[in-house]
Protein backbone atom coordinates (compact mmCIF):
# COMPACT_ATOMS: atom_id res chain seq x y z
CA UNK A 1 0.00 0.00 0.00
CA UNK A 2 1.38 3.68 -0.80
CA UNK A 3 0.16 5.27 2.20
CA UNK A 4 3.45 4.78 3.73
CA UNK A 5 5.50 6.15 0.58
CA UNK A 6 6.91 8.65 2.22
CA UNK A 7 6.84 7.61 5.87
CA UNK A 8 9.88 6.35 8.04
CA UNK A 9 7.94 3.61 9.11
CA UNK A 10 4.33 2.41 8.31
CA UNK A 11 2.99 4.20 11.37
CA UNK A 12 -0.59 5.98 12.06
CA UNK A 13 -0.61 8.30 14.97
CA UNK A 14 -3.97 7.50 16.57
CA UNK A 15 -6.73 9.78 16.25
CA UNK A 16 -7.74 10.64 20.04
CA UNK A 17 -10.61 12.05 21.44
CA UNK A 18 -9.99 15.10 23.07
CA UNK A 19 -6.26 14.25 22.88
CA UNK A 20 -5.50 15.17 18.79
CA UNK A 21 -5.32 18.49 16.84
CA UNK A 22 -4.74 19.53 13.39
CA UNK A 23 -1.03 20.71 14.77
CA UNK A 24 -0.34 17.28 16.06
CA UNK A 25 -1.14 15.55 12.51
CA UNK A 26 0.40 17.66 10.85
CA UNK A 27 3.60 17.50 13.27
CA UNK A 28 2.94 13.41 12.15
CA UNK A 29 3.09 14.21 8.86
CA UNK A 30 6.21 16.44 8.57
CA UNK A 31 7.68 13.55 11.50
CA UNK A 32 7.62 11.23 8.63
CA UNK A 33 4.42 9.35 9.93
CA UNK A 34 0.82 9.22 9.43
CA UNK A 35 -1.71 11.88 11.83
CA UNK A 36 -4.76 11.10 12.20
CA UNK A 37 -7.90 12.99 13.49
CA UNK A 38 -11.12 12.37 15.59
CA UNK A 39 -14.08 14.98 14.09
CA UNK A 40 -15.44 15.40 17.24
CA UNK A 41 -12.56 17.24 18.93
CA UNK A 42 -13.98 20.20 16.59
CA UNK A 43 -16.36 21.59 18.90
CA UNK A 44 -18.70 22.60 16.18
CA UNK A 45 -18.80 22.08 12.51
CA UNK A 46 -17.37 24.89 11.74
CA UNK A 47 -13.68 24.68 13.75
CA UNK A 48 -13.54 20.89 12.08
CA UNK A 49 -14.09 22.80 8.61
CA UNK A 50 -11.50 25.32 9.90
CA UNK A 51 -8.82 22.60 10.85
CA UNK A 52 -9.36 20.21 8.00
CA UNK A 53 -9.03 23.25 5.80
CA UNK A 54 -5.21 24.05 7.61
CA UNK A 55 -4.31 20.08 7.38
CA UNK A 56 -5.40 19.97 3.91
CA UNK A 57 -3.36 23.17 3.16
CA UNK A 58 -0.66 21.93 5.19
CA UNK A 59 -0.30 18.59 3.90
CA UNK A 60 -1.73 18.27 0.17
CA UNK A 61 1.38 20.34 -1.88
CA UNK A 62 4.05 17.32 -0.48
CA UNK A 63 0.94 14.86 -1.21
CA UNK A 64 1.20 13.71 2.38
CA UNK A 65 -1.40 11.39 3.82
CA UNK A 66 -3.41 12.03 6.71
CA UNK A 67 -6.47 9.90 8.33
CA UNK A 68 -9.75 11.39 9.30
CA UNK A 69 -11.74 9.19 11.64
CA UNK A 70 -15.36 9.79 12.56
CA UNK A 71 -17.98 7.99 14.28
CA UNK A 72 -20.75 5.78 12.32
CA UNK A 73 -23.07 5.15 15.55
CA UNK A 74 -26.27 6.19 14.34
CA UNK A 75 -26.90 8.44 17.48
CA UNK A 76 -23.97 10.64 16.09
CA UNK A 77 -25.82 13.41 14.83
CA UNK A 78 -23.32 15.20 12.86
CA UNK A 79 -22.23 12.61 10.52
CA UNK A 80 -24.21 14.51 7.56
CA UNK A 81 -22.37 17.88 7.91
CA UNK A 82 -19.00 15.83 8.28
CA UNK A 83 -19.76 13.68 5.27
CA UNK A 84 -19.50 16.69 3.36
CA UNK A 85 -16.24 17.83 4.65
CA UNK A 86 -14.79 14.87 3.85
CA UNK A 87 -15.49 15.28 0.47
CA UNK A 88 -14.46 18.48 0.25
CA UNK A 89 -11.36 17.68 1.56
CA UNK A 90 -10.58 14.11 0.82
CA UNK A 91 -8.07 12.91 3.43
CA UNK A 92 -6.26 9.67 2.61
CA UNK A 93 -8.28 7.43 4.86
CA UNK A 94 -11.05 7.67 6.65
CA UNK A 95 -11.25 5.49 9.79
CA UNK A 96 -14.42 4.06 11.04
CA UNK A 97 -15.27 3.63 15.34
CA UNK A 98 -18.27 2.57 16.87
CA UNK A 99 -20.62 1.55 14.16
CA UNK A 100 -20.76 -0.06 10.55
CA UNK A 101 -18.65 1.66 7.86
CA UNK A 102 -21.11 0.87 5.23
CA UNK A 103 -22.73 4.37 5.75
CA UNK A 104 -19.02 6.28 4.37
CA UNK A 105 -17.58 3.62 1.92
CA UNK A 106 -18.91 5.17 -1.26
CA UNK A 107 -18.20 8.49 -0.72
CA UNK A 108 -14.54 8.28 0.03
CA UNK A 109 -13.91 5.40 -2.74
CA UNK A 110 -15.69 8.11 -5.61
CA UNK A 111 -12.51 10.47 -4.56
CA UNK A 112 -9.76 7.20 -4.02
CA UNK A 113 -9.96 7.70 -0.45
CA UNK A 114 -9.71 4.37 1.76
CA UNK A 115 -12.02 2.86 4.29
CA UNK A 116 -10.00 1.38 7.59
CA UNK A 117 -12.90 0.05 10.21
CA UNK A 118 -11.45 -0.28 13.71
CA UNK A 119 -12.42 -3.84 14.57
CA UNK A 120 -12.64 -5.60 18.35
CA UNK A 121 -13.81 -9.23 17.12
CA UNK A 122 -13.80 -11.79 14.52
CA UNK A 123 -17.69 -10.93 13.78
CA UNK A 124 -16.66 -6.92 13.57
CA UNK A 125 -13.71 -7.96 11.02
CA UNK A 126 -15.62 -10.36 9.21
CA UNK A 127 -18.96 -7.83 8.62
CA UNK A 128 -16.41 -4.80 7.80
CA UNK A 129 -14.97 -6.96 4.95
CA UNK A 130 -18.51 -8.12 3.72
CA UNK A 131 -19.09 -4.28 4.19
CA UNK A 132 -16.42 -3.23 1.76
CA UNK A 133 -13.92 -1.77 3.45
CA UNK A 134 -10.35 -1.30 1.79
CA UNK A 135 -8.50 -2.23 5.32
CA UNK A 136 -8.76 -3.19 8.85
CA UNK A 137 -7.64 -1.66 12.47
CA UNK A 138 -7.34 -4.50 15.15
CA UNK A 139 -7.97 -2.82 18.12
CA UNK A 140 -6.30 -5.41 20.49
CA UNK A 141 -5.91 -6.29 24.37
CA UNK A 142 -4.00 -3.36 26.38
CA UNK A 143 -5.32 -0.72 24.18
CA UNK A 144 -5.41 3.15 25.02
CA UNK A 145 -9.10 4.77 24.57
CA UNK A 146 -12.23 2.06 23.70
CA UNK A 147 -10.03 -0.89 24.30
CA UNK A 148 -10.46 -4.64 22.65
CA UNK A 149 -9.90 -7.61 24.83
CA UNK A 150 -8.30 -9.88 21.95
CA UNK A 151 -4.34 -10.99 22.53
CA UNK A 152 -2.56 -9.38 18.83
CA UNK A 153 -1.19 -12.68 17.96
CA UNK A 154 -3.91 -14.63 17.71
CA UNK A 155 -6.26 -12.16 16.73
CA UNK A 156 -4.09 -11.02 13.35
CA UNK A 157 -3.40 -15.01 12.88
CA UNK A 158 -7.25 -15.78 12.83
CA UNK A 159 -7.97 -12.23 10.97
CA UNK A 160 -5.29 -13.31 8.44
CA UNK A 161 -6.89 -16.46 6.96
CA UNK A 162 -9.60 -14.30 5.47
CA UNK A 163 -8.31 -10.76 4.92
CA UNK A 164 -5.30 -10.44 3.39
CA UNK A 165 -5.75 -6.75 2.31
CA UNK A 166 -4.45 -4.05 4.20
CA UNK A 167 -4.27 -4.99 8.00
CA UNK A 168 -3.21 -2.83 11.18
CA UNK A 169 -2.91 -3.16 14.56
CA UNK A 170 -3.45 -0.80 17.98
CA UNK A 171 -2.85 -1.51 21.13
CA UNK A 172 0.47 -1.31 23.33
CA UNK A 173 2.82 -0.21 20.06
CA UNK A 174 4.54 2.41 22.31
CA UNK A 175 8.17 1.50 20.49
CA UNK A 176 10.40 1.11 17.42
CA UNK A 177 10.56 -2.45 18.31
CA UNK A 178 7.33 -2.96 18.52
CA UNK A 179 6.17 -2.02 14.90
CA UNK A 180 9.11 -4.39 13.67
CA UNK A 181 7.59 -7.09 15.85
CA UNK A 182 4.41 -6.42 14.39
CA UNK A 183 5.39 -6.08 11.15
CA UNK A 184 7.34 -9.49 11.13
CA UNK A 185 4.16 -11.19 12.74
CA UNK A 186 1.95 -9.83 9.60
CA UNK A 187 0.61 -6.87 9.71
CA UNK A 188 1.08 -3.98 7.56
CA UNK A 189 1.40 -1.18 9.76
CA UNK A 190 0.26 -0.14 13.41
CA UNK A 191 -1.02 2.25 14.94
CA UNK A 192 0.22 4.18 18.23
CA UNK A 193 -1.68 6.41 20.73
CA UNK A 194 -0.32 6.18 23.78
CA UNK A 195 2.93 7.63 23.20
CA UNK A 196 1.84 10.50 21.45
CA UNK A 197 -0.50 11.95 24.52
CA UNK A 198 2.56 13.10 25.61
CA UNK A 199 3.24 15.49 21.85
CA UNK A 200 3.72 18.59 23.26
CA UNK A 201 1.47 19.47 20.05
CA UNK A 202 -1.08 17.42 21.57
CA UNK A 203 -4.35 18.98 23.53
CA UNK A 204 -3.81 16.97 26.91
CA UNK A 205 -3.00 18.92 29.50
CA UNK A 206 0.28 18.82 31.49
CA UNK A 207 -1.32 17.27 34.29
CA UNK A 208 -2.69 14.50 31.55
CA UNK A 209 0.96 14.25 31.01
CA UNK A 210 2.59 14.50 34.14
CA UNK A 211 0.28 11.66 35.53
CA UNK A 212 1.42 9.49 32.48
CA UNK A 213 5.23 10.31 32.86
CA UNK A 214 4.66 8.45 36.41
CA UNK A 215 2.55 5.78 35.54
CA UNK A 216 3.24 1.74 34.35
CA UNK A 217 1.06 -0.55 33.30
CA UNK A 218 -0.56 -1.13 37.10
CA UNK A 219 -1.52 2.17 36.87
CA UNK A 220 -4.06 1.66 34.14
CA UNK A 221 -7.70 -0.28 34.51
CA UNK A 222 -10.18 -1.45 31.65
CA UNK A 223 -13.48 0.05 33.37
CA UNK A 224 -16.92 0.58 31.46
CA UNK A 225 -17.90 3.03 34.04
CA UNK A 226 -17.55 6.02 32.34
CA UNK A 227 -19.20 5.25 28.33
CA UNK A 228 -20.64 1.58 29.08
CA UNK A 229 -17.98 0.16 26.83
CA UNK A 230 -14.49 -1.04 27.92
CA UNK A 231 -11.97 1.97 27.72
CA UNK A 232 -8.56 1.65 29.78
CA UNK A 233 -8.03 4.87 32.31
CA UNK A 234 -5.42 5.63 34.48
CA UNK A 235 -7.32 4.52 37.53
CA UNK A 236 -5.78 7.82 39.50
CA UNK A 237 -8.20 10.13 37.43
CA UNK A 238 -10.94 8.31 37.49
CA UNK A 239 -10.83 7.47 41.52
CA UNK A 240 -10.28 11.62 42.04
CA UNK A 241 -13.44 12.14 40.09
CA UNK A 242 -15.21 9.71 42.14
CA UNK A 243 -15.68 7.15 39.09
CA UNK A 244 -15.29 3.50 40.64
CA UNK A 245 -13.55 2.13 37.95
CA UNK A 246 -15.32 -1.71 38.58
CA UNK A 247 -18.66 0.06 38.22
CA UNK A 248 -20.61 -0.11 35.06
CA UNK A 249 -22.54 2.64 33.14
CA UNK A 250 -25.42 1.19 31.21
CA UNK A 251 -24.49 0.39 27.61
CA UNK A 252 -28.05 2.36 26.54
CA UNK A 253 -26.72 5.65 27.97
CA UNK A 254 -24.46 6.05 25.09
CA UNK A 255 -25.56 8.97 22.75
CA UNK A 256 -22.08 10.63 20.75
CA UNK A 257 -24.07 13.72 20.43
CA UNK A 258 -24.76 14.18 24.06
CA UNK A 259 -21.81 16.71 25.25
CA UNK A 260 -21.64 15.28 28.28
CA UNK A 261 -19.35 12.79 27.29
CA UNK A 262 -16.64 15.52 26.43
CA UNK A 263 -17.06 16.50 29.93
CA UNK A 264 -16.96 13.01 31.01
CA UNK A 265 -13.75 12.42 29.61
CA UNK A 266 -12.57 15.60 30.33
CA UNK A 267 -10.83 15.04 33.70
CA UNK A 268 -10.39 11.44 32.85
CA UNK A 269 -7.51 10.32 31.54
CA UNK A 270 -7.25 7.15 29.23
CA UNK A 271 -3.75 5.89 28.50
CA UNK A 272 -3.16 2.12 27.28
CA UNK A 273 -0.85 -0.48 28.89
CA UNK A 274 2.17 0.80 27.16
CA UNK A 275 2.27 3.98 29.18
CA UNK A 276 5.69 3.08 30.67
CA UNK A 277 7.38 4.23 27.65
CA UNK A 278 6.42 7.92 28.23
CA UNK A 279 8.66 9.45 30.42
CA UNK A 280 7.25 13.27 29.95
CA UNK A 281 6.44 15.54 27.20
CA UNK A 282 8.11 15.24 23.75
CA UNK A 283 7.63 16.83 20.11
CA UNK A 284 6.00 15.05 17.90
CA UNK A 285 9.28 15.14 15.78
CA UNK A 286 11.79 13.85 19.02
CA UNK A 287 9.13 10.99 19.69
CA UNK A 288 9.12 10.13 16.04
CA UNK A 289 12.83 10.41 15.74
CA UNK A 290 13.12 8.36 19.18
CA UNK A 291 10.87 5.56 17.28
CA UNK A 292 12.68 5.18 14.34
CA UNK A 293 16.13 4.67 16.09
CA UNK A 294 13.93 2.08 17.83
CA UNK A 295 13.07 0.72 14.68
CA UNK A 296 15.99 0.95 13.08
CA UNK A 297 17.81 -1.21 15.91
CA UNK A 298 14.82 -3.89 15.83
CA UNK A 299 15.25 -4.41 12.35
CA UNK A 300 19.29 -4.86 12.88
CA UNK A 301 19.00 -7.38 15.29
CA UNK A 302 16.30 -8.99 12.98
CA UNK A 303 19.46 -9.41 10.79
CA UNK A 304 21.40 -10.83 13.27
CA UNK A 305 18.53 -13.47 14.45
CA UNK A 306 18.50 -14.76 10.57
CA UNK A 307 21.79 -14.98 10.37
CA UNK A 308 21.98 -16.98 13.91
CA UNK A 309 18.95 -19.16 13.00
CA UNK A 310 18.39 -19.97 9.37
C1 LIG B 1 -7.03 9.23 24.93
C2 LIG B 1 -7.44 8.35 23.79
C3 LIG B 1 -8.53 8.68 23.01
C4 LIG B 1 -8.90 7.86 21.93
N1 LIG B 1 -9.94 8.25 21.13
C5 LIG B 1 -10.23 7.55 20.00
C6 LIG B 1 -11.20 8.03 19.08
O1 LIG B 1 -11.79 9.09 19.25
N2 LIG B 1 -11.47 7.28 17.98
C7 LIG B 1 -10.80 6.10 17.74
O2 LIG B 1 -11.08 5.45 16.73
N3 LIG B 1 -9.89 5.63 18.59
C8 LIG B 1 -9.57 6.34 19.70
N4 LIG B 1 -8.59 5.89 20.56
C9 LIG B 1 -7.93 4.61 20.30
C10 LIG B 1 -6.75 4.81 19.39
O3 LIG B 1 -7.22 5.12 18.09
C11 LIG B 1 -5.86 3.53 19.31
O4 LIG B 1 -6.63 2.42 18.97
C12 LIG B 1 -5.13 3.26 20.61
O5 LIG B 1 -4.63 4.45 21.17
C13 LIG B 1 -3.97 2.31 20.36
O6 LIG B 1 -3.45 1.81 21.54
P1 LIG B 1 -2.25 2.49 22.37
O7 LIG B 1 -2.85 3.70 23.01
O8 LIG B 1 -1.91 1.42 23.35
O9 LIG B 1 -1.15 2.84 21.42
C14 LIG B 1 -8.18 6.68 21.65
C15 LIG B 1 -7.08 6.35 22.45
C16 LIG B 1 -6.69 7.17 23.50
C17 LIG B 1 -5.47 6.81 24.31
Not at 97 to 118: E, K, M, Q
Not at 130 to 142: E, K, M, P, R, S
Request: glycine content about 10%; overall charge negative.
Amino acid sequence: MNLFKHARMPLIVAPMFLVSSPELVIASAHAGLVGGLPAPNARSVEMLDTWMANIHHALAPERLPWVFNMFVHSTYDRFDQELALVKRYQPSVVSTALGSPTRVIDAVNHYGGWVFADVITIEMAKKSVAAGVDGLILVTQGAGGHTGSLHPLAFLAEVREFWDGPLGIAGCVSRGDDVAAMLMAGVDFVVSGTRFIAATESLASPEYVSMMASATSADIVESKAVSGVSANWMTASLTAAGIDPHGIRPPGAINLSDNRADKAWKNLWSAGQGVGVVKGPQSCADIAGDMALEFAGALKKGLTMHDQWS
